[in-house]
């Protein structure tokens, strides 16, 4: 019988009221009395030496304020990087300074250049048309390759080159991968591009800058999924300003997929604006700002190879990537084809011997970070895709091969380091066939191949590691950064519970799901739970949302410190019952005495709590509140097998994705209806890297996918109704709650199971035999590899 309430309750969310009747409050709805409008210059080309800025007409024009340029942020920080890479050789990654605007040279089109404050945002648009900028055009360098080449021109004069960082890991298995690769009775060899993205969230950034100088404090608006490590890298880093004297607010965000996560140029900008001009300054990003300005997601170029023994056991993976850093290091670039991707290598088999190599290189384009999976996509497809050629080059079952092949005994530690609490790959696999109906697929292929159309089945499994921690260790590895969360559970005098947490919402439903929690731990009816986020004043230091790290990072703190005050709460009801401690009980919202019939109400322990008559407060200090810090042990491992089925077109290449099904195991589950949408919208992601997202840009650096006329994005008639389950179940055993991250993984398993799907349909009816296809798959691309 489905639960109504608490932990595996499918409550509906709360927060879709408001943003269903337009209730919502985001950062563009935030209009301050006085307020100015800034529009930002940016470059048209990729690569330049900026000689001058002459804003002398501007600066006449009606309405204008000041136009600020490159000099006037020299004496501020760079946008700082948050991970610090140490290379194979143990040097420290290369750096370059991030300016707030562009200062001596332009790096990439896109970047901001000048930035005119006005009345009105036409205004400020009408008089950047007025600025002349005088600059010698460069030529650029887009291909990674081709940027770390001897003679290629240099993004940043002041590096040695191109290369960011040539990182080896695990450096000390190299010889042994390379010698079981020598000594394989089989080795499979595929060379794959992990496509560049645009995140596209729904809401585009948004900034407002206010500044008080009566007491010399800032507060910034921005659309962000961690506002207080804004705070820390924009306040001390960027502007200097003291933390105390900074807050940072992040209301309603209308999606974020890794996007938001990082600091960028018109936080700081808008920041330093509104304390120059004495008035708040908004930026509100147009679309085509947001395609050149937003950090893009993936760019990888990889040949992974894949050794097998006579037998067809894995016996060694090794990898070379090549991963574009953009023209400058984003907040956390540097750490997703590292350790967010070469830690994952391994996937859910066995295989002894593992070696990543990933040489990150710095291009005129705009700057990659994460982007949702962030690292364990490009792990899965690289794995996934090779393990499939594998399994038609040696001519057996792909599901048979990875059985064989799956981990079984937990705890696991891989060969890149991380270990495995738990998982039961044969679990979800069996759940796959089952709700994938496998035994069907031959009767629906013949169905289609009388219609003279081909029908693929394509699978593959998946592991990821979520809530990356803990932070001793990321720091040890480069994190500057601690990686834990917080939370405060405060609880009134008449019962009601606020809880204060440092994760962010943006899609993730925590308004309704941590209710949930703390409504199981008590008793009390979830909508007397409140959650607050969002605003640096108001909730205790928090590192954000993103990672899937919500529930078993944030939520556990919630779990600690909702733990806390229950233990004070049991000592008061003891008091009030003339108990022993030791002998109170809490269940369903009230403190019994154990073995007695003696009980007393939630509410009216609380309020006792504040109004405190009835027992000494030489025991027990008056109110009820309490905050925890929670620092994982180590990541959760959610895991899963994906399948999708499609019917290909042989004449035109166009592919339909006919059926899609999902086994993820969760560990324990807050809300199956939430953690299930999760998954669709991952999957969504997955189809639209898979099949139709692809950003480009021509040889002298101009972004050719600027707009929707160029960038494709899944629409609702490119997705199929998805079967989704998560019912395997083997709960993470070193959190509280026993869950697992559950935001990315739709859309690191979707994407090589629909180019094994393709590949299948083509290689099973059409006699043509095609190794791979690089995403995305448009009907172009597989009517030409079908010739």
Same mark, same amino acid.
């Given at each position: 019988m489905p639960?109504?309430?608490? @932990?595996?309750? !499918?409550?509906?969310? +709360?927060?879709?009221?408001?943003?269903?009747?337009?209730?919502?409050?985001?950062?563009?709805?935030?209009? @301050?009395?006085?307020?100015?409008?800034?529009?930002?210059?940016?470059?048209?080309?990729? &690569?330049?030496?900026?000689?001058?800025?002459?804003?002398?007409?501007?600066?006449? #024009?009606?309405?204008? &304020?000041?136009?600020?340029?490159?000099?006037?942020?020299?004496?501020?920080?760079?946008?700082? /990087?948050g991970w610090l890479i140490t290379d194979r050789h143990g040097d420290p990654m290369q750096e370059p300074r991030h300016p707030v605007l562009a200062h001596g040279k332009i790096r990439h089109v896109g970047e901001p250049i000048c930035a005119v404050v006005a009345e009105t945002l036409a205004q400020a648009r009408d008089a950047v048309e007025a600025i002349v900028l005088d600059y010698d055009v460069l030529p650029a360098v887009i291909d990674m390759k081709d940027a770390i080449s001897a003679d290629a021109p240099k993004v940043h004069d002041d590096l040695t080159g191109n290369l960011c960082y040539d990182w080896g890991f695990v450096e000390e298995n190299r010889q042994a991968v390379d010698d079981a690769i020598k000594g394989a009775a089989h080795v499979t060899t595929l060379e794959l591009v992990n496509n560049r993205l645009v995140a596209n969230p729904m809401e585009p950034r948004v900034a407002v800058g206010e500044y008080n100088r009566s007491d010399d404090f800032h507060t910034l608006h921005t659309t962000s999924q961690n506002p207080h490590v804004i705070r820390l890298l924009m306040g001390a880093f960027v502007l200097g300003i003291p933390e105390h004297k900074l807050r940072v607010v992040a209301p309603d965000v209308g999606g974020g997929f890794g996007t938001k996560i990082f600091h960028y140029q018109e936080e700081a900008f808008v920041t330093f604006a509104a304390k120059a001009l004495n008035r708040p300054v908004k930026w509100t990003s147009t679309r085509s700002e947001a395609f050149m !300005?937003?950090?893009?997601?993936r760019d990888h170029v990889t040949k992974i190879e894949l050794a097998l023994d006579a037998d067809n056991n894995f016996v060694a993976v090794r990898t070379q990537t090549y991963a574009n850093m953009g023209a400058y290091l984003s907040t956390f670039a !540097?750490? %997703?084809?590292?350790?967010? &991707?070469?830690?994952?290598?391994?996937?859910?088999?066995?295989?002894?011997?593992?070696?990543?190599?990933?040489?990150? =290189?710095?291009?005129?384009?705009?700057?990659?970070?994460?982007?949702?999976?962030?690292?364990?996509?490009?792990?899965?497809?690289? $794995?996934?895709? =090779? @393990?499939? #050629?594998?399994?038609?080059? $040696?001519?057996?079952?792909?599901?048979? $091969? +990875?059985?064989?092949?799956?981990?079984?005994?937990?705890?696991?530690?891989?060969?890149?380091?991380?270990?495995?609490?738990?998982?039961d790959y044969h679990a979800t696999m069996d759940k796959l066939v089952e709700i994938a109906d496998f035994a069907g697929f031959s009767a629906r292929r013949a169905q289609s191949e009388a219609q003279g159309k081909l029908r693929g089945l394509g699978m593959n499994c998946y592991i990821e590691a979520c809530g990356i921690a803990p932070s001793n260790l990321?720091?040890?590895?480069?994190? +500057?950064?601690?990686?834990?969360?917080?939370?405060t559970v405060r609880v009134n005098a008449t019962g009601s519970i606020s809880v204060m947490v440092g994760a962010h919402s943006h899609g993730q439903g925590h308004e309704t799901s941590f209710p949930q929690v703390i409504s199981e731990m008590i008793g009390i009816p979830e909508d007397q739970i409140d959650i %607050? &986020?969002?605003?640096?004043?108001?909730?205790?230091?928090? #590192?954000?949302?993103?990672?899937?790290?919500?529930?078993?990072? /944030?939520?556990?703190? #919630? =779990?600690?410190?909702?733990?806390? %005050?229950?233990?004070?709460?049991?000592?008061?009801?003891?008091?009030?019952?003339?108990?022993?401690?030791?002998?109170?009980?809490?269940?369903?919202?009230?403190? !019994?005495?154990?073995?007695?019939?003696?009980?007393?109400?939630?509410?009216?322990?609380?309020?006792a709590a504040y109004v405190p008559h009835n027992y000494p407060l030489t025991d027990i200090e008056p109110g009820l509140e309490e905050t925890a810090f929670y620092d994982p042990a180590n990541f959760t491992y959610p895991s899963g097998a994906y399948a999708c089925e499609v019917e290909l077109d042989p004449e035109t290449g166009h592919v339909k994705i006919e059926r899609f099904c999902a086994a993820d195991d969760f560990g324990n589950v807050i809300n199956p209806m939430i953690v299930s949408g999760q998954v669709h919208g991952g999957i969504a992601q997955g189809i639209g890297q898979a099949m139709m997202e692809g950003c480009a840009y021509d040889s002298d650096g101009q972004l050719l996918s600027a707009s929707y006329m160029d960038y494709a994005m899944p629409r609702a008639g490119d997705v199929p109704f998805y079967t989704v389950d998560h019912s395997c179940q083997t709960p993470c055993t070193h959190n509280p709650l026993g869950?697992?991250? /559950?935001?990315?993984?739709?859309?690191?398993?979707?994407?090589?199971?629909?180019?094994n799907a393709v590949l299948d349909a083509i290689n099973s009816g059409s006699g043509k035999k095609v190794a791979h296809i690089d995403m995305p798959l448009t009907p172009h691309r597989v009517w030409a590899a079908m010739q």
């Amino acid at each position: 019988m489905p639960k109504d309430s608490g @932990i595996g309750a !499918s409550s509906k969310r +709360r927060e879709d009221v408001r943003f269903l009747t337009g209730a919502g409050n985001y950062t563009d709805d935030i209009n @301050i009395y006085g307020q100015l409008h800034v529009h930002f210059l940016r470059a048209d080309v990729a &690569h330049a030496v900026l000689n001058g800025v002459d804003t002398s007409a501007a600066e006449g #024009m009606p309405g204008v &304020h000041r136009i600020f340029t490159g000099a006037d942020f020299e004496a501020v920080g760079s946008i700082p /990087c948050g991970w610090l890479i140490t290379d194979r050789h143990g040097d420290p990654m290369q750096e370059p300074r991030h300016p707030v605007l562009a200062h001596g040279k332009i790096r990439h089109v896109g970047e901001p250049i000048c930035a005119v404050v006005a009345e009105t945002l036409a205004q400020a648009r009408d008089a950047v048309e007025a600025i002349v900028l005088d600059y010698d055009v460069l030529p650029a360098v887009i291909d990674m390759k081709d940027a770390i080449s001897a003679d290629a021109p240099k993004v940043h004069d002041d590096l040695t080159g191109n290369l960011c960082y040539d990182w080896g890991f695990v450096e000390e298995n190299r010889q042994a991968v390379d010698d079981a690769i020598k000594g394989a009775a089989h080795v499979t060899t595929l060379e794959l591009v992990n496509n560049r993205l645009v995140a596209n969230p729904m809401e585009p950034r948004v900034a407002v800058g206010e500044y008080n100088r009566s007491d010399d404090f800032h507060t910034l608006h921005t659309t962000s999924q961690n506002p207080h490590v804004i705070r820390l890298l924009m306040g001390a880093f960027v502007l200097g300003i003291p933390e105390h004297k900074l807050r940072v607010v992040a209301p309603d965000v209308g999606g974020g997929f890794g996007t938001k996560i990082f600091h960028y140029q018109e936080e700081a900008f808008v920041t330093f604006a509104a304390k120059a001009l004495n008035r708040p300054v908004k930026w509100t990003s147009t679309r085509s700002e947001a395609f050149m !300005s937003d950090a893009h997601g993936r760019d990888h170029v990889t040949k992974i190879e894949l050794a097998l023994d006579a037998d067809n056991n894995f016996v060694a993976v090794r990898t070379q990537t090549y991963a574009n850093m953009g023209a400058y290091l984003s907040t956390f670039a !540097s750490s %997703v084809p590292t350790w967010l &991707h070469g830690t994952l290598m391994a996937g859910n088999y066995k295989t002894p011997h593992i070696y990543v190599n990933v040489k990150a =290189v710095f291009t005129n384009t705009v700057p990659v970070d994460a982007y949702r999976g962030a690292g364990r996509p490009e792990a899965t497809f690289q $794995l996934e895709r =090779v @393990i499939d #050629m594998a399994a038609h080059e $040696l001519g057996v079952d792909p599901i048979a $091969l +990875r059985r064989q092949n799956f981990i079984t005994q937990f705890p696991y530690a891989t060969p890149v380091a991380v270990e495995y609490d738990t998982g039961d790959y044969h679990a979800t696999m069996d759940k796959l066939v089952e709700i994938a109906d496998f035994a069907g697929f031959s009767a629906r292929r013949a169905q289609s191949e009388a219609q003279g159309k081909l029908r693929g089945l394509g699978m593959n499994c998946y592991i990821e590691a979520c809530g990356i921690a803990p932070s001793n260790l990321v720091g040890q590895l480069g994190a +500057r950064a601690g990686l834990y969360d917080a939370a405060t559970v405060r609880v009134n005098a008449t019962g009601s519970i606020s809880v204060m947490v440092g994760a962010h919402s943006h899609g993730q439903g925590h308004e309704t799901s941590f209710p949930q929690v703390i409504s199981e731990m008590i008793g009390i009816p979830e909508d007397q739970i409140d959650i %607050v &986020h969002g605003d640096t004043s108001k909730i205790p230091f928090g #590192m954000g949302t993103y990672g899937s790290r919500s529930l078993a990072v /944030c939520g556990s703190a #919630m =779990v600690r410190a909702a733990e806390k %005050v229950i233990n004070k709460a049991k000592k008061i009801a003891a008091h009030l019952m003339e108990a022993s401690e030791g002998d109170i009980e809490l269940k369903d919202g009230r403190f !019994s005495v154990a073995g007695t019939d003696k009980s007393v109400a939630w509410g009216d322990v609380t309020l006792a709590a504040y109004v405190p008559h009835n027992y000494p407060l030489t025991d027990i200090e008056p109110g009820l509140e309490e905050t925890a810090f929670y620092d994982p042990a180590n990541f959760t491992y959610p895991s899963g097998a994906y399948a999708c089925e499609v019917e290909l077109d042989p004449e035109t290449g166009h592919v339909k994705i006919e059926r899609f099904c999902a086994a993820d195991d969760f560990g324990n589950v807050i809300n199956p209806m939430i953690v299930s949408g999760q998954v669709h919208g991952g999957i969504a992601q997955g189809i639209g890297q898979a099949m139709m997202e692809g950003c480009a840009y021509d040889s002298d650096g101009q972004l050719l996918s600027a707009s929707y006329m160029d960038y494709a994005m899944p629409r609702a008639g490119d997705v199929p109704f998805y079967t989704v389950d998560h019912s395997c179940q083997t709960p993470c055993t070193h959190n509280p709650l026993g869950v697992k991250g /559950c935001g990315e993984a739709g859309a690191i398993g979707s994407p090589p199971s629909l180019v094994n799907a393709v590949l299948d349909a083509i290689n099973s009816g059409s006699g043509k035999k095609v190794a791979h296809i690089d995403m995305p798959l448009t009907p172009h691309r597989v009517w030409a590899a079908m010739q």
